[in-house]
C-alpha cells in the first residue's frame, strides 16, 4: 500500500503526545503513520544509516494491531500507534539485538527488555533497532 508521502509527512514531524491526540480522535490511522515511516526510512536510511535492523512489514503488523485495539473500543495505552525505535542494545524478543559487535551476530533474546515490554504495553509500534557504539562503549557508528 503506497500513500501519497505529502499528505501524511506531517505526522513524522509533530510531538508525540500531538502524534497521540490525533490517532486517539480518528484523524490519522497507525497504518498511515508506519507507510509515511517505511517510505521516509527507504528513501533516506542510505544515506543516514541509522537502522541497524528494519523491518517494514513488522512496523506494518504492528500498527495494524495498534488500529485494532483502537477499532475494538477497549482501552488502549497512551502510545497507541506511536512509532518507537529502540538502541541495538536493548533486548527485544522479535528483532535480532547484536549490541553493535559482531560476537553477537544474529543474537535473538528470548525476551524483551523490560523498557520494550512496557512500550508495546503503551501500544508503542517498535519500528527497529537502531545503531549503537559497540557495545555502548567503543567504535560508534555512522549515527
Not at 477499532?71 to 549490541?99: F, H, Q, R, W, Y
Not at 523490560?114 to 508495546?120: E, G, H, N
Amino acid at each position: 500500500m503506497t500513500l501519497p508521502i505529502s499528505r501524511f509527512a506531517w505526522a513524522m514531524d509533530v510531538p508525540a503526545k500531538v502524534l497521540a491526540e490525533k490517532l486517539a480522535s480518528g484523524h490519522i490511522r497507525a497504518g498511515e503513520i508506519a507507510e509515511v515511516l517505511i517510505e521516509r526510512t527507504a528513501s533516506r536510511e542510505p544515506e543516514i544509516g541509522a537502522y541497524s535492523f528494519f523491518d517494514p512489514d513488522l512496523v506494518r503488523a504492528q500498527a495494524k494491531a495498534a488500529e485494532m485495539r483502537h477499532i475494538s473500543g477497549k482501552p488502549a495505552g497512551a502510545l497507541n500507534g506511536i512509532p518507537v525505535a529502540v538502541k541495538d542494545v536493548i533486548d527485544t524478543a522479535d528483532m535480532p539485538t547484536e549490541n553493535g559487535t559482531a560476537v553477537d551476530l544474529g543474537r535473538r533474546p528470548k525476551r524483551a527488555a523490560t523498557v520494550v515490554s512496557r512500550l508495546r504495553l503503551a501500544g508503542a509500534v517498535i519500528t527497529g533497532k537502531t545503531v549503537t557504539a559497540e557495545l555502548a562503549y567503543m567504535s560508534p557508528g555512522k549515527t
